[in-house]
């Protein structure tokens, strides 16, 4: 018979193989961090002038309604105007179903506004909830422009007279400018 042999087995060390896990997974992260260095885009800001709101940032919620249906009616208002030769009235818009000129359950939340037409060239929009929404003015330029949107949110406010630009400014109007960003649209460009 012989004598059993005992064989004493060291356990293999850990060191080495931490060592090359580590060493892995710092270059990961360097490929990872040289990728999105590389694919960085910068983000254009613009900015809008004082006289101005922003429509995503500026607007309440049913300021943001009003000016949406604003922006969506105007299609309208301009086959309208090119089938009779004239703009159209609100109460006309309002009869077809036209947001916001409608009045109905959704404009009287929004404010209640009265819409006017303003010597043939702009429609007037009072509200009669300032608290709630701001008054309108909504400037019509050439068909395939886009609608000139004014907004104020005084108390007592009164139809203006004079459209221009620097007048509407000093009356208290702000232009509500759509700013469509990469915060926006998420665009990606390969």
Same mark, same amino acid.
């Given at each position: ?90 109460? $006309?818009? /309002?009869?077809? @179903? ?6 109905? &359950?959704? %404009? ?5 506004? *009265?819409?006017?037409?303003?010597? $043939?060239? /702009?429609?007037? @929009? ?6 709630? &929404?701001? %008054? ?5 330029? *050439? ?48």
């Amino acid at each position: 018979m012989s004598t059993p042999t005992t064989q004493v087995v060291r356990p293999a060390g850990a060191g080495h193989e931490t060592l090359y896990v580590l060493l892995l997974c710092v270059m990961i992260l360097a490929v990872a961090a040289s990728v999105v260095a590389w694919r960085h885009e910068s983000q254009e800001t613009s900015h809008i002038s004082s006289h101005q709101l922003d429509a995503r940032r500026d607007l309440s919620a049913s300021e943001q309604g009003i000016y949406a249906d604003l922006r969506v009616t105007l299609d309208e208002v301009h086959l309208l105007r090119q089938e009779h030769n004239t703009l159209p009235t609100p109460e $006309a818009l /309002a009869d077809e @179903g036209f947001a916001p000129f409608a009045q109905d &359950a959704s %404009s009287v939340s929004r404010g209640g506004h *009265a819409w006017h037409l303003l010597n $043939a060239q /702009a429609y007037f @929009g009072q509200s009669q909830s300032p608290a709630v &929404a701001g %008054s309108f003015l909504m400037r019509l330029t *050439a068909d395939d422009e886009a609608p000139d949107i004014w907004l104020n949110r005084a108390v007592d406010l009164k139809a203006p007279t004079d459209l221009a630009d620097a007048a509407l400014e000093s009356a208290g109007w702000q232009q509500i400018v759509a700013q469509f960003d990469a915060g926006v649209t998420r665009q990606h460009r390969h």
